[in-house]
T-cell receptor
Framework: DGGITQSPKYLFRKEGQNVTLSCEQN?????MYWYRQDPGQGLRLIYY???????QKGDIAEGYSVSREKKESFPLTVTSAQKNPTAFYLC??????????????FGPGTRLTVL | SQKIEQNSEALNIQEGKTATLTCNYT??????LQWYRQDPGRGPVFLLL?????KEKRKERLKVTFDTTLKQSLFHITASQPADSATYLC???????????FGAGTRLAVHP
């Protein structure tokens, strides 16, 4: 999981509530990403950020919001507008966003369950 | 439509044998392809990267091939061990930045 922390590991939310997932990295990476993983599906990109104070929507951004006020932090808020939020959420970072060969370093994940 | 396909069925092999996992893709022209390992309840860990102009890449007991004509990558683990049991994900580069498109993964189980 090298240098990326996510908290909490397990999160339970009632329907209609917003919840924020934490992601912190001490790798000095410029780019950070949020993915969602559902059983039998590949990781799907929610949001990504290539630099502080800038972020872009991924493939499934509806019902989610992010901020990138500091280089090391990229919190994800799951809003009540997200229809099916129960999933495993993964945060990742990479050193140079426009490199053609950068690998991504993943955190341990947060499993969100909506009750 | 663009698709990345990995065998959804688990691959069961005996310890010491070579495991071969397949990643097929359609309607992509990736500059490179990556393989990751994911253990249950944990984040993926990078294993290997192979570029479009490379046919084969090796790292210890791991070997990856990349055939852009067949639109396929094969991932081999030689002399497999029970500790190699995990889900293996392939990912393609898509777009002008480091945006990866992931397959659903193949679960490998190595039995003693």
């Amino acid at each position: 999981d090298g240098g990326i922390t996510q908290s909490p590991k397990y999160l339970f939310r009632k329907e209609g509530q917003n919840v924020t997932l934490s992601c912190e990295q001490n790798l000095n990476h410029d780019a950070m990403y949020w993915y969602r993983q559902d059983p039998g599906q590949g990781l799907r990109l929610i949001y990504y950020s290539q630099i502080v104070n800038d972020f872009q929507k991924g493939d499934i951004a509806e019902g989610y919001s992010v901020s990138r006020e500091k280089k090391e932090s990229f919190p994800l808020t799951v809003t009540s507008a997200q229809k099916n939020p129960t999933a495993f959420y993964l945060c990742a970072s990479s050193p140079v966003p426009r490199s053609s060969t950068d690998t991504q370093y993943f955190g341990p994940g947060t499993r969100l369950t909506v009750l | 439509s663009q698709k990345i396909e990995q065998n959804s069925e688990a691959l069961n092999i005996q310890e010491g044998k070579t495991a071969t996992l397949t990643c097929n893709y359609t309607n992509y022209s990736p500059a490179y392809l990556q393989w990751y390992r994911q253990d249950p309840g944990r984040g993926p860990v990078f294993l290997l990267l192979i570029r479009e102009n490379e046919k084969e890449k090796r790292k210890e007991r791991l070997k990856v091939t990349f055939d852009t004509t067949l639109k396929q990558s094969l991932f081999h683990i030689t002399a497999s061990q029970p500790a190699d049991s995990a889900t293996y994900l392939c990912a393609l580069a898509s777009g002008g930045y480091n945006k990866l498109i992931f397959g659903a993964g193949t679960r490998l189980a190595v039995h003693p």
